[in-house]
């Protein structure tokens, strides 16, 4: 290997003038421009000791509660947190930061410095959780991979293969950040450049005087911005002629980024990924020999494009299998409804103890195995007769078939239930439950239905009204309609193996978990909320005079619901007034979602819907005349705020 | 098999074998790292380890929506009479310098309090239990209760604080209040 004269050796010290055209000068400069970021970074928390005190935002003796990890993993975490000793870790990598931006060639050392600085970043990641940034992740990244290549040195292909990898991470680095930024959220618009810079923490008091009267500007800048991350793959053309001008471009954003927001460390420590860029791109040009990580990961990608193909064609299998004994139901709206009889619904009164037939009505983009624990309670414990339950998937969701134009209001989606009620229980007394909108269906069912409806449950409901006149509802409609959408819309490209499961699938019996997930999984469920939304809306919006009811009622309300928004449980309290009498009870410790799949909160709901079931059919305990409201001690302790 | 002829076999089998396995574990990596940047974070699946998490870069910087508020912590004492004390601020975020583009140790806390003040509001809605337990709601009363130690000569009955999305530089806007903690007790040893 050559020598570098003393000045080309602080010049390529100093990161200054040479573009990093060979193998070790692109590894040279990855290293130092990394280093240099911890070597800030470490800087900056010498300087903050008592951020690791009592108080501070890194106390481990918090931290370490939300931190994940085997026993030794966490002693090895609990030791590295003494204050102490991450004060020496840190010294230690200022130490080693220095030795790899100053000159020096010798191997040994700078392997030496390169593991001190990438396994410390490592190790301190947890203890910095909160306070950490994309700087910090990018050098720990770079500095890895200058470890990987340093230890191969001797081998140009393991150190073309780092080299690769933080040239195709680096390219991702833009290319991601452009895209997500182009799929949904507010850039292009000018709101998002004005809105950061407006922040006290982000922005700046100038640049958003500068902005916010010049939305065109700002919306210039916007797109050139997500232009400049999203063309990043075009370094990878052309031989890599376009990589220099793209990273001079990028370079400048950088700068702006780092003048604008105070972000420094940002710059050295993307531009670290810049020299492996110039030198991977340009092929056997720059003497890159091996690209084999290059062709590898393309290939992987293909591997995962079928992959995922495939998990979407299995998912849709289970979700159509369902869980085996379901039945089928031609509706005369065209559609073929798959439901679920527990019990025997053709058992005639006398044999089943006037127990009733209980029709459950699931929610928006929910699945019937949301009820999965309640069924299991009423069953296991009823009341009075053992009822026979039903449950089934509306239009469009799990095996159910949808024809186009049937969803269109919730009159359609009343008649459904309406129909399958008559036509499947129409011999037996019914009590319908429905859980959040499947609450409101239930009402608009039980007034429509010939069928003999003796109670009405409604768990957590939706109420016409809630969106004009509670704004926690109608924030979190806005946002629920934008999350449907973007699921029924990524999940149709095949995204569903990347989905994660919801911790409410994790709660529910692990018998019915994986078919829960499968409709989770399944784009179908996603459209028919959304489908099933747009009706609600039009029928919200249009001010529905809701029938009074013949039957009782039971109204839940879970407990975060009666806490966070007592708009909403004051609707509740009005739903209750449809019925002939009838009770509201707060779910204690209950949220929306815990109150049906929760096995705890599931057993009080089921409890409640039993004794009211007795009540009803014995026909002893309900008031006919007055609304009586019976809410549970201890949600009396704790009024609403 | 001599020793010789058996050593060449070993170093042969290394210089083919760990350039293999280097070059298959860095593409598995980049897949991994390509497959975890959706828009939509309910699809993080690969990112859903906590070791994972630290191992894949996440690229969606101020995507798909950047920071528009600053969160604001903000908090009030009451004294031995049970007189409490105006709101006050927990932290104040200093006017941006050309300097802190080099040099801006401060923004670390200021990161921190903001990735905490995420955390907890995200965790509105919990059980209160869970909520009070949480490592964020923590973090946050024990910052406040540690600025009220430094500020207050007489150890104080109690305090309670809330986090408040404020607009910033932007008077036109209205601060937006996003959580309020219950009363916290003074504790003896703060």
């Known amino acids: ?641 | 098999m001599s020793r010789d002829r058996a050593s060449t076999v070993v170093r042969r089998a290394a210089s083919v074998g760990v350039p293999n396995l280097i070059e298959v574990l860095l593409a598995a990596w980049l897949v991994a790292t390509a497959a975890s940047q959706h828009a939509n974070r309910n699809f993080d699946r690969v990112r859903s380890n906590p070791w994972t998490m630290t191992l894949l870069p996440d690229w969606r910087f101020f995507a798909p929506r950047p920071a528009i508020h600053d969160y604001r912590v903000m908090y009030r004492w009451v004294d031995d009479a049970g007189e409490p004390s105006a709101w006050q601020d927990a932290a104040e975020i200093a006017p941006r310098r050309l300097a802190q583009a080099l040099w801006f140790p401060e923004r670390r806390t200021q990161k921190g309090l903001f990735d905490a003040c995420t955390e907890l509001t995200k965790a509105v809605g919990l059980d209160p239990d869970r909520l009070h337990r949480s490592v964020a709601y923590r973090l946050v009363r024990d910052y406040v209760e540690r600025r009220i130690s430094q500020r207050v000569p007489e150890p104080p009955r109690g305090f309670q604080f809330v986090v408040v999305a404020d607009p910033g530089y932007d008077t036109n806007d209205t601060p937006d209040y996003l959580f309020a903690s219950r009363f916290e007790p003074w504790r003896t040893d703060a």
């Not at chain 1, 970021?37 to 951020?51: D, G, I, V, Y």
């Not at chain 1, 994790?506 to 019915?512: D, F, Q, T």
Request: contains cysteine; proline residues 5%.
């Open chain 1, 1 to 641: 290997m050559n020598r570098l004269s003393p000045p080309a050796a602080w010049r390529q010290a100093l990161v200054i003038g040479v573009v990093p055209k060979s193998r070790f000068a692109a590894l040279s400069r990855m290293e130092r421009l990394s280093a240099a970021t911890h070597l800030m970074s470490s800087a900056e928390q010498l300087a903050r000791p008592q951020a690791l005190e009592r108080g501070g935002l890194n106390d481990w003796s918090v931290i370490v509660d939300g931190t994940p990890g085997s026993r030794p993993v966490r002693s090895v975490l609990n030791w590295v947190a003494r204050p102490r000793v991450t004060r020496a870790i840190h010294v230690g990598r200022v130490m080693a930061a220095v030795v790899l931006v100053a000159p020096g060639r010798r191997r040994g050392v700078r392997l030496a410095a390169n593991v001190v600085l990438a396994t410390s970043s490592a190790v301190l990641h947890r203890r910095y959780w909160y306070g950490t940034d994309g700087a910090d992740q990018v050098s720990m990244l770079a500095q890895g991979l200058a470890t990987v290549a340093r230890a191969g040195q001797r081998s140009p292909r393991i150190v073309d293969a780092a080299l690769s990898a933080a040239s195709l991470q680096g390219m991702m680095s833009y290319a991601a950040s452009g895209l997500v930024k182009v799929a949904s959220g507010p850039w292009g618009t000018g709101d998002a450049i004005i809105g950061v810079t407006r922040t006290r923490t982000y922005g700046d008091l100038r640049t958003w005087q500068l902005l916010r009267g010049r939305r065109n500007v700002a919306k210039a800048l916007e797109i050139a911005v997500v232009a400049l991350e999203c063309v990043a793959p075009v370094v990878y053309i052309g031989g890599g002629r376009l990589t220099r001008p793209y990273v001079a471009a990028a370079t400048v954003l950088h700068l702006g980024i780092a003048k604008v927001m105070s972000l420094g460390r940002f710059l050295t420590s993307f531009c670290s990924l810049h020299a492996p860029m110039i030198y991977t791109t340009a092929g056997r040009r720059n003497g890159l020999q091996y690209d084999r990580v290059t062709a590898l990961a393309f290939g992987g990608g293909i591997g995962l494009v079928g992959a995922a193909a495939g998990h979407q064609a299995l998912t849709r299998r289970t979700v159509e299998r369902a869980r085996g004994d379901e039945q089928r139901i031609e509706l005369s709206d065209g559609n073929e409804i798959s439901y679920r009889v527990v019990g025997d619904r053709a058992m005639p009164p006398e044999a089943t103890g006037c127990a009733p037939v209980v029709m459950l009505e699931h929610g928006l983009a929910s699945t019937p195995e949301h009820w999965e624990w309640i069924v299991r309670s009423l069953r296991e414990h009823p009341g009075g007769a053992t009822p026979t339950i039903v449950t089934w998937h509306r239009s469009g969701y799990g095996p159910s078939s949808h024809r186009p134009r049937t969803v269109r209001t919730m009159e359609d989606l009343a008649a459904s239930s309406t129909e399958l009620i008559e036509r499947i229980a129409s011999d037996r007394d019914v009590v319908l439950v429905g859980y959040s909108l499947g609450g409101y269906l239930a009402v608009l069912a039980a007034a429509k239905t010939q069928a003999d409806v003796r109670g009405v449950v409604l768990v957590d409901t939706s109420h016409p009204d809630e969106l004009r006149r509670s704004e926690k509802q109608r924030l979190g409609a806005e946002r629920m309609e934008g999350a449907m959408t973007s699921m029924a819309r990524s999940l149709s490209f095949g995204s569903g193996i990347l989905l994660r499961c919801p911790p409410w699938v994790k709660a529910l019996p692990i018998e019915v978990q994986r078919i829960a997930l499968a409709q989770v999984r399944d784009p179908r469920t996603w459209r028919a909320g959304v489908r099933e939304w747009d009706a609600t809306q039009r029928d919200f919006d249009s001010k529905p005079q809701l029938q009074p009811l013949t039957c009782p009622m039971l109204v839940l309300t879970a407990g975060a619901t009666r806490r966070d928004d007592p708009v909403q449980y004051e609707l509740h309290a009005e739903m209750l007034e449809l019925g002939d009498g009838g009770q509201h009870v707060t779910i204690d410790g209950a949220n929306h979602d815990s109150i049906v799949t929760s096995r705890a909160h599931a057993a009080q709901v089921a409890e409640h819907i039993n004794e009211f079931i007795a009540t009803c059919m014995g026909d002893s305990r309900v008031s006919s005349n007055t609304n009586q409201r019976v809410v549970d001690a201890a949600s009396t302790s704790e009024p609403p705020s």
